[in-house]
């Protein structure tokens, strides 16, 4: 009940074509779905993120749908460019608890 | 403005010996997070704290202890390091009640334990 699940585990685009992340939870009590963008050597940093009720949040080309039936959520990055290259965790939280998907690693070709 | 500060930022070691991580925020958190990367594995919790003086266990927690005498500071003990603790180790600081659990995380610490 407390795993999110991810997919793909990489993907490789080509400069500005479409990334696609889709995550997965089961848990419903989770309010807060948040996405961390990690680059080598670095900390993961908070991307953009969406609460249940909204089914599409915006910002730039980074674009976050939800499906609040499905219990599934996606990250869309649009004109994908190689500094968007990173690694890109979705998560799931309530309260002070917050659940990590596996993470794919997006690599973006120029 | 520092953030999150992790110390040190590699470290090696050899089996059975012990060692200490320190994570010092500047933000008035009141939640500090302990996190293990490896690969294909994601970010798993070991240990975390609501606030001074206290702490929980996450999903990871055996071989490690945590101790949070200071607001500030959040620190990680390993005691008898073993191969498998060879990690890199996350500190995040989030702030709560209220608002959205969003975490600050440190720059990492890689472990290597031979």
């Known amino acids: 009940q407390q795993q999110v699940k991810q997919s793909p585990q990489s993907l490789i685009v080509q400069k500005g074509g479409i990334s696609i992340i889709n995550c997965a939870y089961e848990?419903?009590?989770?309010?807060?779905f948040p996405w961390y963008q990690q680059f080598p050597g670095k900390g993961p940093a908070l991307l953009i993120a969406?609460?249940?009720?909204?089914s599409e949040k915006k910002e730039g080309r980074f674009t976050i749908s939800f499906n609040k039936s499905a219990k599934q959520f996606s990250l869309h990055i649009m004109d994908s460019q190689p500094g968007d290259s990173a690694t890109y965790f979705c998560?799931?939280?309530?309260?002070?608890?917050?659940?990590f998907g596996p993470g794919t690693r997006l690599s973006v070709l120029p | 403005n520092a953030g999150v500060t992790q110390t040190p930022k590699f470290r090696v070691l050899k089996t059975g010996q012990s060692m200490t991580l320190l994570c010092a925020q500047d933000m008035n958190h009141e939640y500090m997070y302990w996190y293990r990367q490896d690969p294909g594995m994601g970010l798993r919790l070991i240990h975390y704290?609501?606030?001074?003086?206290?702490?929980a266990k996450g999903e990871v927690p055996d071989g490690y202890n945590v101790s949070r005498l200071k607001k500030q500071n959040f620190l990680l003990g390993l005691e008898s390091a073993a191969p498998s603790q060879t990690s890199v180790y996350f500190c995040?600081?989030?702030?709560?009640?209220?608002?959205?659990?969003?975490?600050?995380f440190g720059a990492g610490s890689r472990l290597t334990v031979l």
């Open positions: 998560a799931a939280s309530m309260g002070q608890n917050i659940v």
């Open positions: 848990n419903t009590a989770f309010d807060y």
């Open positions: 969406i609460r249940p009720d909204v």
């Open positions: 995040a600081s989030s702030t709560r009640p209220g608002g959205a659990n969003v975490l600050t």
């Open positions: 704290s609501v606030g001074e003086g206290t702490t």
